[in-house]
């Protein structure tokens, strides 16, 4: 298990236990499991009293936590018959985003995420989840496959942003943007978007322009990562705590806002420490949204998703 800065007692704790236990199997004579067992109910209470009130650094932390599930993870385990799609038809293939067919509760649909990898090697294909043009390019080709077989869409958002590179910059960044939002307000299917980690700047907003928004309960979404916030506004990254209150980033603040729709609760200590527990609570989730919106019209469905965006700013800021 990684630590996060915050969680530096409870590691005290169950690194102890741990120690205890160890001692125990090997065999030095010592009836070690009481005084472990106590140490688990009082890394029990703490964990409880730790995220039992987050603030919102404290909440980006978690939702870049490197053990979260990511989503390579979802469509494994919410997902049947993943069939990638590869390629934007234009330039090539952007492994920060990744999409093809599939099934979901054996419905046909169409997936598309950000994958930020899970280890140093699977990182850097990944590019850390932040997408090229070519990434959102691919995602408008199969938002538009998935409109044309009327097939609902599910996206997964977890990135940084869009990769600020030049030669990303040259390629057309903020069109590819731009293009896939507008692609988003197009199709005239069911839309649903999870942020499963971060929901970073334009690069979340360009896949999560959906009929209905899904938050992790310790995911963040907003338009600047709290240090690039803190650069700008303080000329001082290390401002970072005082930028993510200010940007009401969390779940709980955007759903006051009615920037989302639903929180799905994490297990004890956020989706890291038990993440078959919740992937499942997404997918019970997805489900219930995906049946909701299953009655409404190809027009209906367009016509709903630019209203909700349109209504936008008029809740919560009093």
């Given amino acids: 298990m990684t630590y996060l800065d915050f969680e530096k007692p409870l590691a005290d704790i169950e690194g102890k236990a741990e120690e205890l236990r160890a001692m125990g199997q090997k065999g030095e004579g010592v009836d070690v499991e009481k005084e472990a067992a106590a140490l688990d109910k009082k890394a029990g209470a703490l964990l409880k009293e730790l995220y039992g009130n987050l603030d919102a650094w404290r909440k980006t932390?978690?939702?870049?936590?490197?053990?979260?599930?990511?989503?390579?993870?979802?469509?494994?385990?919410?997902?049947?018959?993943?069939?990638?799609?590869?390629?934007?038809?234009?330039?090539?293939?952007?492994?920060?985003?990744?999409?093809?067919?599939?099934?979901?509760?054996?419905?046909?649909?169409v997936v598309i995420g950000h994958e930020k990898g899970n280890d140093t090697k699977?990182?850097?294909?990944?590019?850390?989840?932040?997408?090229?043009?070519?990434?959102?390019?691919?995602?408008?080709?199969?938002?538009?496959?998935a409109n044309r077989f009327n097939l609902p869409v599910i996206t997964l958002v977890d990135t940084p942003g869009a990769y600020p590179g030049k030669g990303a910059e040259e390629r057309g960044q903020s069109e590819a943007i731009a293009r896939s939002t507008e692609k988003c307000l197009q199709i005239g299917v069911p839309l649903v978007s999870v942020i499963i980690g971060e929901g970073g700047s334009g690069g979340a907003v360009a896949f999560a322009t959906a009929n209905r928004i899904i938050m992790l309960e310790h995911s963040i979404y907003s338009v600047i990562s709290p240090e690039g916030c803190a650069s700008i506004l303080w000329k001082d990254a290390e401002?970072?705590?005082e930028a993510a209150e200010a940007l009401r980033l969390t779940a709980q603040d955007l759903k006051k806002l009615g920037?989302?729709?639903?929180?799905?609760?994490?297990?004890?200590?956020?989706?890291?420490?038990?993440?078959?527990?919740?992937m499942d609570a997404v997918g019970k989730q997805i489900a219930a949204s995906l049946k909701e919106l299953s009655g409404k019209s190809g027009p209906e469905l367009i016509r709903d998703r630019r209203q909700k965006f349109l209504d936008m700013g008029k809740k919560g800021l009093g």
Avoid: W
């Fill in 61 to 109: 932390q978690v939702a870049r936590h490197p053990e979260r599930p990511h989503c390579r993870d979802y469509i494994d385990a919410l997902f049947t018959e993943y069939t990638p799609l590869a390629g934007d038809r234009a330039f090539g293939d952007d492994h920060a985003v990744m999409g093809g067919l599939a099934r979901f509760n054996d419905t046909p649909c």
């Fill in 122 to 145: 699977s990182r850097i294909t990944h590019n850390f989840g932040m997408a090229r043009p070519e990434g959102y390019r691919k995602a408008i080709r199969l938002m538009d496959l």
């Fill in 259 to 278: 920037v989302i729709d639903t929180i799905v609760p994490e297990p004890l200590g956020g989706a890291q420490r038990d993440p078959r527990a919740a």
């Fill in 239 to 241: 401002k970072m705590r």
